[in-house]
């Protein structure tokens, strides 16, 4: 059963329109919220926005404010979930825990807020936001003043800082300690540990390489490579690449027995780099000793669909947060393998990706892409 404030009504437009008239001509209000330069609205007790300043007008790219009035923030910002249900934003199982529509919401219940909110827009990419909620009254009606503060390259340089001082550290260090022991080594040894740290090194390099090409497709400007893709090879290339990944010893990973081979036309450099993503994903989420398995099958006769398995089963507050940017069960300044994933899928191989997660299927992630352009 729904929270009974989620599926509050929504004020008829006519009000809408009082309430932002009335707050529009609130003495010296607009001379002053015009020059504050972070992103401010006025909703009202259904959460429906009734005043914004220009910085909000720029944000979500409308001519005027009058534009915004009697919409909620997650749908004029784009929000995926926002969509999900006939009610719009704050409907959605999701909007339970957005920074935003906590924040709002212990606002109109008279408490001012600060949250973070991780969204997920439709069009592929996903904001970092801080909100600050700050109830207030006009005569008679409660009001909230919402102000909100781009934190997405704040939390960028949080995962660049947690990879480059953490991963890239504990790679390098793996790579010193092999040479370390290469001084005392038998020769016989020296053929493995010499392999090790070729691999280790690539490895350092492809982490270096993951955050470079994930800068590119956020700021639209990836090019795109169309080549025919064998479905079996893509599939064996990635169980391949990270079989022998010294981070994931222990833990098993192989072909579904049921993957199809299917000749598609795609970008085979992106695509390695969604499915490897999430086979990354998936064995950092398998305990020691867990299997991940890749499969790959013609959906229907325009379509092929990849999943990666785990058997894990990722919890319910966590699944309606997966895809947005730094989100990440396993700790803060990470969270960039699904989002880049969904980002890359979306937005540039006319794609879908998806998961289901529940004690009887495990966790399955899955990648569908058009059969050919």
């Not at 429906?48 to 004029?76: C, H, M, T, Y």
Request: negative net charge; contains cysteine.
């Amino acid at each position: 059963m729904k929270d009974p404030m989620i599926t509050s009504p929504r004020t008829d437009a006519d009000i809408v329109g009082r309430q932002a008239q009335h707050i529009r001509e609130w003495k010296d209000l607009r001379s002053f919220v015009d020059v504050i330069p972070d992103i401010l609205v006025a909703v009202n007790s259904t959460r429906q926005i009734v005043f914004a300043n220009q910085a909000a007008v720029a944000f979500f790219q409308v001519k005027d404010a009058s534009a915004l009035w009697g919409k909620r923030p997650g749908e004029v910002s784009g929000c995926l979930h926002s969509v999900e249900e006939p009610g719009g934003c704050g409907e959605s199982a999701a909007c339970q825990v957005c920074g935003a529509f906590r924040s709002i919401m212990q606002g109109l219940e008279g408490k001012p807020s600060v949250e973070e909110c991780r969204m997920a827009l439709v069009a592929g990419v996903s904001l970092d936001l801080r909100i600050w909620a700050h109830p207030f009254k006009i005569g008679s009606e409660t009001f909230v003043f919402v102000s909100i503060r781009d934190i997405s390259d704040e939390k960028r340089r949080q995962a660049l800082e947690k990879i480059f001082f953490h991963d890239l550290l504990n790679t390098a260090g793996g790579i010193q300690s092999i040479g370390e022991i290469m001084e005392h080594a038998e020769p016989r040894e020296l053929g493995e540990l010499r392999a090790l740290i070729v691999t280790l090194s690539e490895q350092l390099v492809e982490e270096i390489r993951s955050q470079r090409e994930l800068l590119v497709p956020e700021r639209g400007e990836l090019h795109v490579e169309m080549h025919p893709v064998n479905s079996r090879d893509a599939v064996n290339r990635v169980i391949a690449a990270y079989s022998v990944n010294p981070a994931f010893a222990g833990k098993s990973i192989r072909a579904d027995e049921t993957c199809e081979i299917v000749e598609l036309v795609s970008d085979p450099t992106l695509l390695m780099r969604v499915l490897g993503n999430l086979v990354k994903n998936a064995l950092e989420a398998s305990a020691p000793g867990g299997l991940v398995t890749v499969g790959c099958r013609k959906s229907d006769p325009a379509t092929v669909e990849f999943s990666i398995h785990n058997q894990g089963v990722i919890p319910r507050t966590a699944q309606l947060q997966i895809f947005n940017r730094s989100f990440s069960t396993k700790g803060a300044g990470r969270g960039l393998g699904t989002y880049s994933a969904r980002l890359l899928t979306t937005r540039f191989m006319h794609g879908r990706t998806w998961f289901v997660s529940t004690p009887e299927t495990q966790t399955v992630f899955y990648v569908e892409l058009p059969i050919a352009r």
